[in-house]
């Protein structure tokens, strides 16, 4: 009897590692800790080149991204919360005119703004959207209260606006968020579209600052809590009340404490249709792969498969960084436990 036990038990054990190979890609990846508490990033993915960049931009934009960063670290630094970290680094990206949200988003058909935003807790799978909306000056924080405040996960308009003024949010009108420059680029996009150039003309990298800007963060704490947002004013000639992936959970924003939390930028359509955030999530959960091998398969093929484009920017509970996109460029910035900061725009 015992005999016939122990070769069931080989003949078992065979198999396993038989199969293993086939079915699960596990990632050599260890389980060492990388950073304690960790902090990435970005402010839109695109065509984004160096030889159409003066020096006094970039440097603004690296000003930028450096003080946005510096908050979150901060927060990290004295032990304050993920959450507390993603919300203040997207605030000082949202005031900017720089970036597309709040301040600077990029103008809808009507020459209206209306902004998405979204921010999951990893720790709770909790999580709260705004999509939208015209007149709440900083999105993220409506997300927050919603996530935190609301027994709903995702409000949408009018509603979204109602429920901010509720909690005594800072609300401003349309005029605030308003700039120039994305004025010129509805006006280029409705040039082309009107030369029938494009059947689909809101999203069109070649026009200047038709797209780029969308904003996104990511953190572990020193509690090993990861959270993620992502605030944006969507795209160029968005129309009929469009939403993106931004204030989509799973799509544009993803956090679990087992796996990752991921912030996503590009083409939105496409970010929806492959799930973007909650895929790499997936992939470590269920497939065993390493952050940078999940962000790879999503971003390097599924999207590009689908005809997207875009990047994300993600941590994983071991505090390891990954910023991946499969555009020209992606503003994006980093800091690890030890204050080494990193920051980015073109493809290195
Ligand atoms: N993903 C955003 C949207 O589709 C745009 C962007 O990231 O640039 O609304």
Request: with cysteine.
């Amino acid at each position: 009897m015992k005999k016939l036990l122990l070769i069931s038990c080989l003949f078992t054990l065979l198999l396993t590692c038989k199969n293993t190979p086939d079915t699960v890609e596990k990632s050599t990846a260890t389980e060492t800790t990388v950073n304690d508490f960790a902090i990435v990033i970005h402010g839109g993915a695109g065509t984004i080149l160096k030889k159409n960049m003066s020096d006094e931009k970039e440097a603004q934009y690296k000003a930028k991204l450096e003080e946005a960063i510096k908050v979150g670290y901060d927060i990290l630094k004295q032990g304050g919360s993920s959450l507390d970290a993603v919300e203040k680094t997207i605030n000082v990206l949202e005031d900017s005119p720089l970036f597309n949200a709040g301040k600077g988003a990029v103008f809808t058909n009507e020459e209206t703004i209306e902004l998405d935003a979204s921010i999951m807790d990893g720790k709770s799978l909790n999580a709260g959207a705004s999509a939208g909306t015209k007149t709440v000056k900083n999105p993220i924080n409506l997300a927050r209260k919603i996530m935190e405040v609301s027994p709903h996960v995702m409000m949408a308009g009018h509603g979204a606006e109602t429920y901010a003024k509720e909690q005594g949010l800072e609300l401003v009108n349309q005029d605030y968020f308003k700039t120039e420059n994305r004025l010129n680029s509805l006006k280029r996009v409705k040039e082309r579209e009107a030369n029938k150039e494009k059947t689909i003309a809101f999203y069109d990298d070649t026009i200047k600052d038709s797209k780029f800007g969308t904003v996104g963060c990511v953190a572990l704490d020193k509690s090993g809590n990861l959270a993620a947002g992502t605030s944006t004013g969507g795209m160029t000639n968005k129309r009929f009340g469009r939403v993106g992936d931004v204030p989509i959970i799973g799509a544009g924003t993803y956090a679990n404490n087992a796996t990752c939390a991921v912030s996503g930028t590009g083409w939105g359509e496409f970010f929806i249709r492959a799930t973007v955030a909650h895929d790499i999530s997936a992939l470590m959960e269920y497939k065993g792969l390493s952050l940078q091998e999940a962000a790879n398969e999503v971003i390097q093929k599924k999207v590009p498969n689908l005809g997207g484009n875009g990047g994300i920017i993600a941590v994983d509970k071991n505090g390891d960084m990954v910023m991946d996109f499969n555009t020209a460029g992606m503003y994006r910035a980093s800091m690890n436990d030890k204050g080494e900061l990193y920051i980015g725009i073109y493809k290195e």
